[in-house]
């Protein structure tokens, strides 16, 4: 095949290709016509096998497209669980055809790809971090304890199309918690509503939520993170515990939604930073407090806990009251570093930032700041390599990283960095 094929190519034709390495986005990289061909980027495939593709998008330089048959199958290789998981069902699992331990490395393979392509660290400093994903107890479905289904316009709930605002409607998702899975709300007609929110807490508790027709019905969980609109089942706060402590959070608070993430994170963030008395901490795009409260308690020195969305700010405030020292500022990070509502110097700051990450300005800030440690919880590798990369050039290194299975069958994953200045011993 030559590389005047590509171009001719539109939307559902296809076209058999070997497939190579995975990439960051839940798909593998093909290419067609030779090594200098075009990329095509392939869901539902792994590297090594031979597919055919149908293209669903063409854009300029590149294609995506879904494997629809499997010629030379991966050892790999599994069956699917759930049968929404299939070129053109369900867009919420990218990894369902792959066996959990290669899901693993699957992921593994993207943080060191992101962290040598845009951290631009050398393959020796990433060889020497030693990166793996860890899985987290609870296996790989029935995890996933805040849900958003989309309704379409015939009043069936169900989740989106990758890529889409195409609701495929489902009777069951299968890596939703048994609390979640055992509601009837697929079986249900939702004629006014846009999107049905689901949250079970670890106290046993499930709230049910809906939008009207005509609101966001997104499916980014970190951005947004819960329900925002008329409370129809349960309470309007929920219970959890995590970090030695009791929380009452609003169902539309951000918080993790594995259950074992709260206390693995918090244990991952201790470890690093070894917080010692009367340090101080800032806790960035802090939520309701998890990291500060964390932290704080083993400091007792002053804390500062900074998010912009109301529920956090409410959440942090009620559940942090105990602690002296603490503050909480209603602000988006990078507003109240410059504008200097939160000044240096730290010695210790957590940053737990959405999945665009902290950004130059917010990093080159922190890095001013001159604290010890920083450990950058984050949940997509392309941003944080891409901090990293400002961290590094502000005198920071890459002192340590571990990632985690927070999102098993999606091809997301948790990691936590520890960032310290140059010439500093981590271990101290």
């Not at 290789?77 to 759930?82: D, F, W």
């Not at 107890?137 to 889409?164: C, E, I, K, M, N």
């Not at 098993?408 to 011993?425: I, K, R, S, Y």
Request: proline share 6%; net charge negative.
């Amino acid at each position: 095949m030559t590389d005047d094929v590509a171009p001719d190519l539109v939307e559902g034709d296809r076209v058999t290709v070997t497939v190579g390495a995975v990439a960051h986005g839940g798909h593998c990289v093909a290419r067609i016509g030779g090594d200098h061909g075009w990329v095509v980027f392939v869901r539902h495939a792994l590297p090594g096998e031979r597919v055919t593709v149908e293209i669903t998008e063409r854009h300029r330089g590149h294609l995506r497209g879904d494997a629809v048959e499997i010629h030379s199958p991966s050892a790999d290789r599994v069956t699917p669980p759930c049968r929404y998981a299939h070129p053109g069902g369900c867009g919420g699992c990218d990894l369902q055809h792959v066996a959990p331990r290669a899901q693993r490395e699957w992921k593994a393979a993207v943080v060191r790809e992101q962290l040598t392509r845009l951290a631009r660290l050398t393959e020796d400093e990433v060889e020497a971090l030693g990166v793996r994903v860890e899985e987290l107890p609870g296996g790989s479905l029935g995890w996933r304890t805040r849900v958003r289904y989309a309704v379409d316009a015939a009043g069936r709930a169900g989740l989106l199309q990758h890529r889409s605002h195409q609701v495929v409607p489902v009777d069951r998702c299968l890596i939703a918690h048994p609390r979640v899975q055992s509601l009837d709300l697929l079986a249900r007609s939702w004629p006014t509503e846009s999107a049905i929110e689901v949250v079970t807490s670890a106290d046993g508790e499930v709230s049910v939520s809906t939008r009207d027709a005509g609101g966001d019905a997104g499916d980014d969980a970190r951005d947004a993170p819960g329900p925002r609109g008329v409370v129809r089942h349960g309470p309007a706060q929920v219970r959890e515990s995590a970090a030695g402590r009791e929380w009452h959070l609003p169902t539309e608070a951000f918080w993790q939604v594995h259950p074992s993430a709260p206390d693995v994170l918090c244990e991952v963030v201790l470890d690093m930073l070894r917080p010692a008395q009367g340090e101080s901490v800032w806790d960035l795009y802090g939520g309701a407090g998890l990291f500060a409260a964390a932290v704080a308690g083993r400091t007792g020195g002053r804390a500062v806990v900074v998010e912009s969305a109301p529920a956090g700010v409410a959440a942090a405030r009620n559940n942090l009251a105990d602690l002296r020292g603490l503050e909480v500022v209603a602000a988006t990070v990078q507003a109240a570093l410059t504008r200097r509502r939160l000044t240096g110097p730290v010695d210790l700051v957590v940053l737990d930032p959405p999945r665009s990450g902290a950004g130059a300005t917010v990093v080159r800030t922190i890095a001013r700041a001159g604290p010890r440690a920083v450990a950058y919880v984050a949940c997509d590798p392309a941003a944080l390599a891409r901090d990293i990369a400002t961290f590094r050039a502000a005198g920071f290194r890459l002192a340590a990283l571990r990632a985690f299975d927070c999102f098993p069958m999606t091809q997301h994953v948790e990691c936590v960095a520890l960032l310290t200045p140059d010439g500093t011993d981590p271990t101290r």
